[in-house]
Protein backbone atom coordinates (compact mmCIF):
# COMPACT_ATOMS: atom_id res chain seq x y z
CA UNK A 1 0.00 0.00 0.00
CA UNK A 2 1.42 3.78 -0.54
CA UNK A 3 2.06 5.86 2.37
CA UNK A 4 -0.28 8.77 2.90
CA UNK A 5 1.11 11.94 0.89
CA UNK A 6 1.87 14.09 3.43
CA UNK A 7 4.19 11.03 5.32
CA UNK A 8 7.84 10.46 5.44
CA UNK A 9 8.71 7.27 3.97
CA UNK A 10 11.37 6.33 7.07
CA UNK A 11 8.15 7.24 9.12
CA UNK A 12 6.03 4.74 7.12
CA UNK A 13 8.56 1.78 7.44
CA UNK A 14 8.77 2.02 10.30
CA UNK A 15 12.68 1.48 13.13
CA UNK A 16 15.25 -0.31 11.32
CA UNK A 17 13.33 -0.43 7.87
CA UNK A 18 15.50 1.76 6.11
CA UNK A 19 18.69 -0.71 7.01
CA UNK A 20 17.13 -4.01 6.68
CA UNK A 21 16.60 -2.49 3.07
CA UNK A 22 19.72 -1.49 2.57
CA UNK A 23 21.02 -5.02 3.82
CA UNK A 24 18.53 -6.71 1.39
CA UNK A 25 19.63 -5.41 -1.18
CA UNK A 26 23.68 -5.48 0.08
CA UNK A 27 22.58 -9.68 -0.56
CA UNK A 28 20.93 -9.39 -3.46
CA UNK A 29 23.69 -7.81 -5.42
CA UNK A 30 26.12 -10.30 -3.86
CA UNK A 31 24.20 -13.81 -4.37
CA UNK A 32 23.94 -12.30 -8.10
CA UNK A 33 20.06 -12.19 -7.51
CA UNK A 34 19.51 -15.97 -6.33
CA UNK A 35 18.31 -14.74 -2.70
CA UNK A 36 14.77 -13.22 -4.73
CA UNK A 37 14.80 -16.32 -7.08
CA UNK A 38 14.43 -18.88 -4.32
CA UNK A 39 11.96 -16.66 -2.99
CA UNK A 40 10.23 -16.25 -6.46
CA UNK A 41 9.96 -19.98 -6.09
CA UNK A 42 7.99 -19.53 -2.32
CA UNK A 43 5.94 -16.65 -3.89
CA UNK A 44 4.63 -19.11 -6.52
CA UNK A 45 4.27 -22.22 -4.54
CA UNK A 46 2.32 -20.21 -1.65
CA UNK A 47 0.03 -18.79 -4.66
CA UNK A 48 -0.94 -22.31 -5.94
CA UNK A 49 -2.44 -23.09 -2.30
CA UNK A 50 -5.83 -22.84 -1.07
CA UNK A 51 -6.04 -23.76 2.57
CA UNK A 52 -9.94 -22.83 3.04
CA UNK A 53 -10.97 -24.58 6.61
CA UNK A 54 -12.85 -23.60 9.67
CA UNK A 55 -11.64 -20.47 10.88
CA UNK A 56 -12.87 -17.57 13.91
CA UNK A 57 -12.60 -14.94 11.06
CA UNK A 58 -11.80 -14.17 7.71
CA UNK A 59 -9.32 -11.35 7.23
CA UNK A 60 -9.61 -9.28 3.81
CA UNK A 61 -6.43 -7.71 3.44
CA UNK A 62 -6.71 -4.06 2.98
CA UNK A 63 -5.31 -2.19 -0.80
CA UNK A 64 -5.46 1.28 -1.86
CA UNK A 65 -8.56 2.72 -2.94
CA UNK A 66 -8.50 4.56 -6.45
CA UNK A 67 -11.09 7.51 -6.07
CA UNK A 68 -12.24 6.53 -2.59
CA UNK A 69 -13.59 3.33 -4.52
CA UNK A 70 -11.87 -0.64 -4.06
CA UNK A 71 -10.17 -1.12 -7.14
CA UNK A 72 -11.04 -4.77 -9.18
CA UNK A 73 -8.46 -6.33 -7.20
CA UNK A 74 -9.82 -5.41 -3.38
CA UNK A 75 -12.95 -6.50 -4.84
CA UNK A 76 -12.10 -9.57 -6.37
CA UNK A 77 -10.65 -10.22 -2.70
CA UNK A 78 -13.65 -9.25 -1.12
CA UNK A 79 -15.86 -11.34 -3.29
CA UNK A 80 -13.92 -13.87 -2.83
CA UNK A 81 -14.36 -13.76 1.30
CA UNK A 82 -17.85 -13.46 0.57
CA UNK A 83 -17.71 -17.04 -0.84
CA UNK A 84 -15.65 -18.25 2.34
CA UNK A 85 -18.12 -16.63 4.54
CA UNK A 86 -21.26 -17.85 2.65
CA UNK A 87 -19.75 -21.90 2.92
CA UNK A 88 -20.02 -21.32 6.81
CA UNK A 89 -16.03 -20.89 7.05
CA UNK A 90 -16.09 -18.22 9.73
CA UNK A 91 -19.02 -16.43 11.29
CA UNK A 92 -17.28 -12.88 10.94
CA UNK A 93 -15.41 -10.87 8.36
CA UNK A 94 -12.72 -8.38 9.27
CA UNK A 95 -11.66 -5.52 6.38
CA UNK A 96 -8.23 -4.00 7.63
CA UNK A 97 -6.45 -0.79 5.93
CA UNK A 98 -6.89 2.32 6.98
CA UNK A 99 -6.34 6.14 4.81
CA UNK A 100 -3.12 5.73 2.34
CA UNK A 101 -3.00 7.70 -0.77
CA UNK A 102 -5.09 10.40 -1.87
CA UNK A 103 -7.75 8.19 -0.19
CA UNK A 104 -10.45 10.25 1.93
CA UNK A 105 -11.62 7.64 3.47
CA UNK A 106 -10.41 4.07 4.74
CA UNK A 107 -9.90 1.12 3.07
CA UNK A 108 -11.47 -0.88 5.13
CA UNK A 109 -14.87 1.50 5.54
CA UNK A 110 -14.82 1.19 1.63
CA UNK A 111 -14.45 -2.49 1.73
CA UNK A 112 -17.36 -2.53 4.57
CA UNK A 113 -19.20 -0.64 2.14
CA UNK A 114 -18.56 -3.53 -0.44
CA UNK A 115 -19.44 -6.43 1.68
CA UNK A 116 -22.63 -4.67 2.86
CA UNK A 117 -23.52 -4.13 -1.37
CA UNK A 118 -22.54 -8.09 -1.47
CA UNK A 119 -25.16 -9.20 1.36
CA UNK A 120 -23.01 -9.53 4.15
CA UNK A 121 -24.71 -8.75 6.85
CA UNK A 122 -23.92 -5.57 9.05
CA UNK A 123 -23.57 -7.34 12.15
CA UNK A 124 -20.73 -9.93 10.89
CA UNK A 125 -17.99 -7.17 9.26
CA UNK A 126 -15.63 -6.03 11.83
CA UNK A 127 -12.97 -3.21 10.38
CA UNK A 128 -9.87 -2.58 10.90
CA UNK A 129 -9.32 0.80 9.86
CA UNK A 130 -6.00 2.09 11.65
CA UNK A 131 -3.02 0.73 9.47
CA UNK A 132 -1.37 1.73 6.21
CA UNK A 133 0.47 -1.58 5.09
CA UNK A 134 0.18 -5.65 5.28
CA UNK A 135 2.39 -5.57 8.47
CA UNK A 136 0.35 -3.42 9.93
CA UNK A 137 -2.74 -4.67 8.85
CA UNK A 138 -1.51 -8.13 10.58
CA UNK A 139 -0.31 -6.75 14.13
CA UNK A 140 -3.06 -4.79 14.72
CA UNK A 141 -6.00 -7.47 13.41
CA UNK A 142 -3.63 -9.56 15.83
CA UNK A 143 -4.97 -6.93 18.87
CA UNK A 144 -8.42 -7.77 18.02
CA UNK A 145 -8.28 -11.54 17.56
CA UNK A 146 -6.33 -11.23 21.15
CA UNK A 147 -9.17 -9.26 22.91
CA UNK A 148 -12.09 -11.25 21.11
CA UNK A 149 -10.71 -14.59 21.77
CA UNK A 150 -10.42 -15.40 18.63
CA UNK A 151 -7.30 -17.69 18.05
CA UNK A 152 -7.76 -18.81 14.16
CA UNK A 153 -7.75 -16.67 11.31
CA UNK A 154 -8.63 -17.35 7.41
CA UNK A 155 -6.33 -15.06 5.65
CA UNK A 156 -7.74 -13.66 1.98
CA UNK A 157 -5.15 -11.55 -0.15
CA UNK A 158 -3.79 -11.68 -4.18
CA UNK A 159 -2.28 -15.23 -4.62
CA UNK A 160 1.10 -13.13 -5.21
CA UNK A 161 0.80 -11.56 -1.89
CA UNK A 162 -0.10 -14.55 0.05
CA UNK A 163 3.59 -15.71 0.98
CA UNK A 164 4.56 -12.28 2.42
CA UNK A 165 1.49 -12.42 4.55
CA UNK A 166 2.06 -15.65 5.95
CA UNK A 167 5.61 -15.09 6.36
CA UNK A 168 4.89 -11.81 7.92
CA UNK A 169 1.58 -13.58 10.28
CA UNK A 170 4.37 -16.35 11.47
CA UNK A 171 6.63 -14.09 12.80
CA UNK A 172 3.62 -12.71 14.59
CA UNK A 173 2.60 -15.63 15.89
CA UNK A 174 -0.84 -15.88 14.26
CA UNK A 175 -2.52 -18.92 13.56
CA UNK A 176 -3.41 -18.55 10.04
CA UNK A 177 -4.89 -19.99 6.81
CA UNK A 178 -4.83 -18.60 3.49
CA UNK A 179 -6.82 -18.90 0.68
CA UNK A 180 -6.41 -16.78 -2.19
CA UNK A 181 -8.87 -14.58 -4.65
CA UNK A 182 -7.57 -15.30 -7.65
CA UNK A 183 -9.82 -13.07 -10.00
CA UNK A 184 -7.24 -10.38 -8.25
CA UNK A 185 -4.14 -11.93 -9.82
CA UNK A 186 -2.53 -9.42 -12.65
CA UNK A 187 -2.22 -11.40 -16.37
CA UNK A 188 0.59 -11.89 -18.98
CA UNK A 189 3.51 -10.10 -17.71
CA UNK A 190 2.37 -8.20 -15.01
CA UNK A 191 1.85 -11.13 -13.25
CA UNK A 192 5.54 -12.30 -13.19
CA UNK A 193 6.63 -8.37 -12.51
CA UNK A 194 4.29 -8.42 -9.45
CA UNK A 195 5.75 -12.30 -8.48
CA UNK A 196 9.38 -10.49 -8.75
CA UNK A 197 8.27 -7.58 -6.41
CA UNK A 198 7.00 -10.13 -4.28
CA UNK A 199 10.29 -11.95 -4.17
CA UNK A 200 12.30 -9.13 -3.83
CA UNK A 201 9.43 -7.60 -0.65
CA UNK A 202 9.73 -11.18 1.02
CA UNK A 203 13.24 -11.63 0.79
CA UNK A 204 13.81 -7.56 2.58
CA UNK A 205 11.18 -9.11 5.15
CA UNK A 206 13.66 -12.74 5.81
CA UNK A 207 16.71 -10.27 5.30
CA UNK A 208 15.87 -7.53 8.13
CA UNK A 209 15.28 -10.36 10.59
CA UNK A 210 17.89 -12.18 10.03
CA UNK A 211 19.97 -8.32 10.33
CA UNK A 212 18.07 -7.73 13.37
CA UNK A 213 19.07 -10.78 15.73
CA UNK A 214 22.26 -10.58 14.05
CA UNK A 215 22.89 -7.24 15.56
CA UNK A 216 20.43 -8.14 18.70
CA UNK A 217 18.07 -4.79 17.97
CA UNK A 218 15.36 -5.98 19.96
CA UNK A 219 13.37 -2.44 19.05
CA UNK A 220 13.81 -3.56 15.32
CA UNK A 221 12.71 -7.01 16.22
CA UNK A 222 9.56 -5.83 17.91
CA UNK A 223 8.19 -4.27 14.83
CA UNK A 224 7.65 -7.73 13.33
CA UNK A 225 7.58 -10.07 15.70
Do not use: K
Not at 73 to 85: I, K, P
Not at 110 to 136: F, K, M, N, Q, Y
Amino acid sequence: MPRHVNERWSDYLGPGAVTSLAVAFLVELVGLGLPVLLRLRQVLGVARRDEREPADAILVVGRALVRDRPTPAFAARLAHAVELFEAGLAPRLIVAGGLTGNATRTEAEAGREHLLALGVPDEAIHCEGRSRHTLENLRNVRATLRQSGWPRLLVVSDPLHLARVEALARGLGLDARYSPAREAAPQGLAYWLRALHEAHLLHWYHAGVAYSRLVRNERWLARVT
